[in-house]
Structures are given as structure tokens and as C-alpha cells.
């Protein structure tokens, strides 16, 4: 189920939630098992979030980080040293190439190509949320 945390209370304060699915709700949707979903987070690949009960909440970015995980298992074979590694170089990458594209009117053309493959290679790993649709 999803969830409206301000509205159940759930992380006052936290901004960036406006909605949360439970472990069984996001196995789902990721066609995972949940227990695969614990152990990622048992390997610090993914930290949802609790409730007071202690209840794991998956957002929209954990759920979209979970999906690079296994692209990146799945179907490029990388081991989770291998996925930790890669992630590491994604969340930087992204805002970079985020960033150069708000400002493209000012980048010359090398810039501009330099920024095309940087995207290309956030859609190799499933990284860029623009390129799930493809």
C-alpha cells in the first residue's frame, strides 16, 4: 500500500516523502523477493526507511536504486562489490549530468557531447529515471 507519511505521522520532519510502500509492496513491484530486498540493505546497498514499529518503508528513490541493483546483478553479472562501486559513481554522475543540462546554452560542443555520453552510460546501468519508459 502506499502510504502518505505526513498524514500517518510516520518521519515528521523528513522532507522528500510523499509516498512509501512496505518490503512486501516493493518486492512486488521489482518482481524481488523480499528477503533479497533485506539483504541489500543488510550490505548497506539500500537504507529505507522505519516506522516507530520498525516496519521498512521503500520510496520512490529506493525503489529506482533498487532497480539499478539488479540491472546491475541481473543482467551485467556485476558481484555487490562490483554494484557498490558502481553506485558510487552514479549519485555524482547524475547530478553532473543534471546539472550540465540545466546549463546547456553555455557549454560549448565538446561539453555537450561529453554530457550525451555521460547519459548514455546512466541508461546503460538503468540509473537515468528518464530512460525506464524505453
Same mark, same amino acid.
Given at each position: 500500500?502506499?502510504? +502518505? #507519511?505526513?498524514a500517518a505521522g510516520i &518521519? ?5 516523502? !510523499? &509516498?512509501?510502500?512496505?518490503? =512486501? ?13 533485506r539483504k541489500y540493505e543488510? $550490505? ?7 516506522? /516507530? &514499529?520498525?516496519?521498512?518503508?521503500? =520510496? ?12 546491475? $546483478?541481473?543482467?551485467? /553479472? ?7 562501486? $558502481? ?7 547524475? #547530478? ?18 561529453? !554530457?550525451?555520453?555521460?547519459? =548514455?552510460f546512466l541508461k546503460y $546501468?538503468?540509473? +537515468?529515471? +528518464? &530512460?525506464?519508459?524505453?
Amino acid at each position: 500500500m502506499v502510504a +502518505d #507519511r505526513r498524514a500517518a505521522g510516520i &518521519g515528521a520532519g523528513r522532507i522528500g516523502f !510523499t &509516498g512509501v510502500y512496505i518490503i =512486501s509492496v516493493a518486492a512486488r513491484l521489482l518482481e524481488m523477493h523480499p528477503q533479497t530486498l533485506r539483504k541489500y540493505e543488510r $550490505v548497506g546497498l539500500v537504507q529505507p526507511s522505519r516506522t /516507530g &514499529g520498525q516496519l521498512r518503508l521503500y =520510496s520512490e528513490d529506493d525503489l529506482l536504486r533498487l532497480r539499478v541493483i539488479r540491472r546491475l $546483478v541481473d543482467e551485467l /553479472g556485476l558481484n555487490l562489490a562490483g554494484v557498490r562501486l $558502481v553506485l558510487d559513481l552514479v549519485g555524482p554522475l547524475r #547530478r553532473l549530468v543534471d546539472g550540465a543540462e540545466l546549463s546547456t546554452e553555455s557549454l560549448d560542443a565538446e561539453a555537450i557531447r561529453a !554530457t550525451a555520453e555521460l547519459r =548514455s552510460f546512466l541508461k546503460y $546501468v538503468g540509473a +537515468d529515471p +528518464d &530512460g525506464l519508459d524505453e
